[in-house]
Structure formats: structure tokens, C-alpha cells
């Protein structure tokens, strides 16, 4: 089945500590996007790719860093400068970067801080 | 810079009643617009999405929205709620010449009373 995976589920990260997240998708789209989700702010955008090895800053970059080195694969770095991590993130693909383009949106991986 | 307001936070129905979420746009010209479902834990999934033409445009899951360029509203609608349709509804806008980055709106969960 044609989807878009996200990994793992549940993130914990500890003070200091830079952590990955991982999205995956296998429906030949040429954009990815990256979300970050708090309770009652909905979805702010944090970088989003059109092409391989290309990608841009969103509203809420800081603390984040991202590489497109495959077209399939759209890793998301939270790194010790993102003070307040704890989020629901979510990963979105579209077949293009035009816009009206309809992004599929993957099941999300929850981060939390020990 | 496009925003989107969705004004109620909570909304309650019994399962058989009308439903209709509200969405107000800010932006300049006529926007991309959509409405997409979140049930918990979950990715989001589209609706439905309108860019121009008729502007009552029909979804999956029964739902239908309204485009009023007066009112800079894209209210969503669905004339009897079942009670697996109780989820998170988010409402975004996307700005011609701006790729496709979506601004979202903060959601309103949906709770269906039997």
C-alpha cells in the first residue's frame, strides 16, 4: 500500500540531547513537509522540501534541521537549541509544491522530554 | 499573510443532528481552501477542498462546504452526524504564488452525543 510512514510512534528525548525523527513515503510525491502540533494551535510548519536536496525554513524553524538526500525520505533533527520540544509532529507529502496541492499527511510521531 | 480563524474550540451534536463547523479566512484575493479530519493520535485526512468555480463543493463522508467570498467564510457542513464522525476538524488556507504552504486554523474537536 501507497502511505507515508513515520517512526517511531513515541520519542522520548533527554536535555541536551538531539533526536531524529523519521518519514517515509512511497508515493513517488516530490514535496514533503514538516509540522509541528500543540494542543489548541494547530499545525505550524516547520521546513518543507520541493525537490531533493533542497528544502526551506517554515514559521517555526529554530531548533530544527532537516536533509533531503533521497526523494523518499524527509528526516526531521530536533536538536538541544529547540527548548521546548514536547510536541505531536507530523510529516506530509504532495505530488508537487504548487500550490492547492493536496498534502497526505502520515500518522505522526509524539515526542516527549524526560 | 493569510490566517485562519475557527472560532469554536468544542462543539457537541447528537448523532442525527446537523452539523455545521465554522472557518473564517483573512486574505487579500480568494484563497485555496480546506477542510481536513483528525481523529486521535492520528494524521490528518482531507476532506474536501475548493479553489474556484462552484463554490459549494462536496467531500468525502457526506461533508460539504460553502465558499463566501462575502463573509470570507468556508463553513463546513454535514446534514446528519454519526458518531464515528466525533474527531478533530481543521481548516486551512493556502495563498496563490506562495507554493503550497497551508496556514491552519487552531481546530474544533468534535464530540457526538448517542
Known amino acids: 500500500d501507497g502511505g507515508i510512514t513515520q517512526s517511531p510512534k513515541y520519542l522520548f528525548r533527554k536535555e541536551g540531547q538531539n533526536v531524529t525523527l523519521s518519514c517515509e513515503q512511497n508515493?513517488?510525491?516530490?514535496?514533503m513537509y514538516w509540522y509541528r502540533q500543540d494542543p489548541g494551535q494547530g499545525l505550524r510548519l516547520i521546513y518543507y522540501?520541493?525537490?531533493?536536496?533542497?528544502?526551506q525554513k517554515g514559521d517555526i524553524a529554530e531548533g530544527y534541521s532537516v536533509s533531503r538526500e533521497k526523494k523518499e525520505s524527509f528526516p526531521l533533527t530536533v536538536t538541544s537549541a529547540q527548548k521546548n520540544p514536547t510536541a505531536f509532529y507530523l510529516c506530509?507529502?504532495?505530488?508537487?509544491?504548487?500550490?492547492?496541492?493536496?498534502?497526505?499527511f502520515g500518522p505522526g510521531t509524539r515526542l516527549l522530554v524526560l | 499573510a493569510q490566517s485562519v480563524t475557527q472560532p469554536d474550540i468544542h462543539i457537541t451534536v447528537s448523532e442525527g443532528a446537523s452539523l455545521e463547523l465554522r472557518c473564517n479566512y483573512s486574505?487579500?484575493?480568494?484563497?485555496?481552501l480546506f477542510w481536513y479530519v483528525q481523529s486521535p493520535g492520528q494524521g490528518l485526512q482531507l476532506l474536501l477542498k475548493?479553489?474556484?468555480?462552484?463554490?459549494l463543493v462536496q467531500g468525502i463522508k457526506g461533508f460539504e462546504a460553502e465558499f463566501k467570498r462575502s463573509q470570507s467564510s468556508f463553513n463546513l457542513r454535514k446534514p446528519s452526524v454519526h458518531w464515528s464522525d466525533a474527531a478533530e476538524y481543521f481548516c486551512?488556507?493556502?495563498?496563490?504564488?506562495?507554493?503550497?504552504?497551508?496556514?491552519f486554523g487552531t481546530g474544533t474537536q468534535l464530540k457526538v452525543e448517542l
Open positions: 506530509a507529502s504532495s505530488t508537487y509544491s504548487g500550490v492547492g496541492e493536496t498534502q497526505y
Open positions: 508515493l513517488n510525491h516530490d514535496a
Open positions: 522540501s520541493q525537490i531533493v536536496n533542497d528544502f
Open positions: 486574505y487579500g484575493a480568494t484563497p485555496y
Open positions: 475548493y479553489f474556484s468555480g462552484d463554490t
Open positions: 486551512a488556507v493556502g495563498a496563490p504564488g506562495g507554493g503550497n504552504k497551508l496556514t
